[in-house]
């Protein structure tokens, strides 16, 4: 069974920084590509990252370009996003997401984590 | 970047009624779409891939359709288990794109 729990959301201050992880279990995870996708509190879903199987490319939306860094360790099955530079905007529930890549498709996402950037 | 367009933002509708959704994207998008329905307080959960390819388990009474830059999402037979939000997705290229939604409500 497909497994993925997203961890390492929290309270933290403007400009501050967090990373998220999400522990992934249940399928190959070398061999998937991987995505982060945020939902601020009562709007739709915005994309954010995503990552390829290796971790040798990876995309970033422009509204976190330059302050989020997703990255992966295979080893350990994790996926992570590096968050800096937080702002108030950045309040979201952030979920991992599984890409099957044939279909081009999110078939699996994380349960979600909440980020809230406040002081 | 792709711009991907919902309509209705909100429907309101009977158990046993039709309902269709639209999605139009600002360009083709080689029918790389896929639907996802999302409950309060749930991760969203993958329906449509491809436009029209049922994902396995889900009910039939969900289809895609479309092709190019108009795709809808049916549902034939509402049910109780159905009221929620509904968004479309473009994977054709990144920036990866979602619709606004759809928030499907008791009549």
């Known amino acids: 069974e497909v497994q993925l729990v997203d961890s390492g959301g929290g309270l933290v201050q403007p400009g501050g920084s967090l990373r998220l992880s999400c522990a992934a279990s249940g399928f190959t995870f070398s061999r998937s590509m991987m995505a982060w996708v945020r939902q601020a509190p009562g709007k739709g879903l915005e994309w954010v990252s995503s990552i390829s199987e290796s971790g040798g490319t990876r995309y970033h939306a422009d509204s976190v370009k330059g302050r989020f860094a997703i990255s992966r360790d295979n080893s350990e099955n994790t996926l992570y996003l590096q968050m800096d530079g937080l702002r108030a905007e950045d309040t979201a529930i952030y979920y991992c997401?599984?890409?099957?890549?044939?279909?081009?498709?999110?078939?699996?996402w994380g349960q979600g984590t909440l980020v809230t950037v406040s002081s | 970047d792709i711009q991907m367009t919902q309509s209705p933002s909100t429907l309101s509708a009977s158990v046993g009624d039709r309902v269709t959704i639209t999605c139009r994207a600002s360009?083709?998008?080689?029918?790389?779409l896929t639907w996802y329905q999302q409950k309060p307080g749930e991760a969203p959960k993958l329906l449509i891939y491809k436009a029209s390819s049922l994902e396995s388990g889900v009910p039939s009474r969900f289809s895609g359709s479309g092709s190019g830059t108009e795709f809808t999402l049916t549902i034939t037979g509402l049910q109780p288990d159905d009221f929620a939000t509904y968004y479309c997705q473009q994977y054709n290229e990144f920036p990866l794109t979602f619709g606004g939604g759809t928030k499907v409500e008791i009549k």
């Open positions: 997401a599984k890409t099957e890549a044939r279909f081009r498709t999110f078939d699996f």
């Open positions: 360009q083709s998008i080689n029918n790389w």
